[in-house]
């Protein structure tokens, strides 16, 4: 193999620019994407469990087309596509006047995807842990939406922390996707520097170490909210 | 809105029928040489010597925290620096493809294993079976069943990650269409038939993993 190792580049202020602002571009976008996610997730997830028919089908609906369809081409759907679909004016602000287009849509094709995989996981915590309870929470007097709100939903909510966990990284690696409209984060900056320098090696290791520090936070930051407040707490309880 | 032209569909299909090849092509590399190495790396993990565990589940945990376009640039660049000549795209993005989707594979895989209770092998070990016959007879076939519904759902994640190949030129499904959408001006058009393609195909799947999982004695 032959190749001229090159440390230092990382280390020159031109290219150390770029791949940190890769850095604090895929933070944010995760960041953001995941604030989406989770919004969007909870209220189809709690949809999906709830006593009304039309609200039942439309979130199965939104969650089965969401997980079906490959996140790179819902990204081109909205990046490509919307402007093209909808009224000329809204169209033509889309294209023209939304601040941050590249990073607004990555952030909500992305939001959107992760939150089809957050609902289903939000279901399933509610099925499993919330719905058991439902029965002695009616007997202690509550009304259903009462025992709905006040139990079973804060406790399926509770016992999902854990499998959130990797969905929350699954939304930090499709941040990568937004390279592919133009959002130069940190794959794509780690691409940049290598196109420049051809020192790939030197570039796509820090890109590596940025995703795996990136990773063990997430990892860190949820294990405590489980610890705090979570499934691990719940099962700490004494029954 | 009255000017799509539906008939850019039929007039490329033929392109888009090789990308659809190449999508498949990739999937079954990944899936068969992906759950071979899984394979491999999940008796790696299950294995009481640390030696063996360690680097097993230190490859898994760091595949699985890397996004798929980051992996992809890395063999790009790699395979042709370590063979010492240009080799196609191709050659890279399939190496690439089966070595990350072990690691999910080797979770499923480990997974299986690990469910089918450990009497079972006990029992297996005293009625005189080597290690090597328990795995085989007893272990594997129960893990295998089990497994089924978690291999077809990771088979539509791998059929969905193929179109990622995008970012290194390779014409796949998606990129197919992308090369007519900016030739011909029919994004609209050809991004929808692509959506609808993948969302029938991977639905599809989906539905008979969940089909196949309720059929399963728990």
Not at chain 2, 23 to 52: C, D, K, Y
Not at chain 2, 109 to 133: C, W
Not at chain 2, 205 to 215: D, L, P
Request: some cysteine; charged content about 15%; glycine content about 8%.
């Amino acid at each position: 193999m032959n190749y001229r190792w090159d440390w230092s580049i990382l280390f020159k202020d031109t290219y150390m620019g770029w791949l940190w602002s890769g850095l604090l571009w895929t933070v944010i976008i995760s960041l953001a994407s995941w604030a989406v996610a989770l919004m969007v997730g909870l209220l189809a997830g709690t949809a999906r469990s709830s006593p009304s028919r039309g609200a039942r089908l439309l979130a199965g609906l939104y969650i089965d087309v969401f997980r079906n369809v490959p996140p790179l081409v819902q990204l081109f759907l909205w990046y490509f596509v919307l402007p093209e679909v909808v009224p000329d004016s809204f169209g033509l602000w889309l294209k023209r006047d939304l601040p941050y287009p590249e990073v607004v849509t990555a952030v909500v094709a992305i939001g959107l995807f992760a939150g089809s995989r957050v609902a289903e996981q939000v279901r399933a915590g509610i099925d499993a842990v919330g719905a058991p309870l439902m029965p002695a929470a009616l007997a202690t007097g509550l009304r259903p939406a009462q025992a709905y709100r006040l139990i079973v939903l804060p406790l399926g909510l509770r016992a999902i922390v854990g499998p959130l966990t990797s969905e929350f990284l699954i939304t930090v690696k499709l941040s990568s996707l937004s390279l592919t409209i133009g959002v130069l984060e940190l794959t794509a900056q780690s691409r940049h520097v290598e196109n420049y320098t051809f020192q790939g090696f030197e570039a796509f290791t820090f890109a590596t170490i940025g995703y795996l520090v990136i990773g063990l936070c997430v990892t860190g930051l949820m294990r405590f909210i489980d610890i705090r407040i979570g499934g691990a707490a719940l099962r700490k309880t004494p029954a | 809105m009255s000017d799509f032209d539906w008939g850019i569909i039929a007039r490329s299909s033929a392109f888009l029928a090789e990308g659809m090849a190449l999508s498949a092509l990739l999937v079954l590399v990944a899936t068969v040489g992906g759950l071979i190495l899984g394979f491999g790396l999940a008796l790696m993990r299950l294995s009481s010597h640390r030696w063996l565990s360690v680097p097993a589940s230190t490859y898994v945990t760091v595949m699985r925290t890397l996004p798929l376009v980051l992996v992809l640039f890395w063999f790009y660049f790699l395979v042709p620096l370590a063979i010492g000549r240009p080799v196609g795209s191709l050659t890279s993005a399939l190496l690439a493809f089966v070595l990350f989707e072990a690691a999910f594979y080797c979770e499923i895989v480990r997974a299986g294993i690990s469910n089918v209770r450990h009497g079972q092998s006990d029992a297996g070990l005293a009625t005189g079976l080597r290690r090597a016959q328990v795995l085989r007879l007893i272990i594997l076939p129960q893990a295998l069943r089990a497994m089924m519904p978690l291999i077809l759902n990771q088979i539509v994640i791998v059929f969905q990650d193929t179109s990622l190949v995008y970012v290194v030129s390779l014409h796949d499904f998606l990129t197919a269409a992308s090369v007519v959408a900016s030739r011909d001006g029919r994004a609209t058009e050809m991004y929808a038939l692509v959506a609808v393609v993948y969302l029938v195909i991977c639905l599809g799947t989906t539905k008979a993993a969940e089909f196949y999982r309720k059929g399963l004695p728990s």
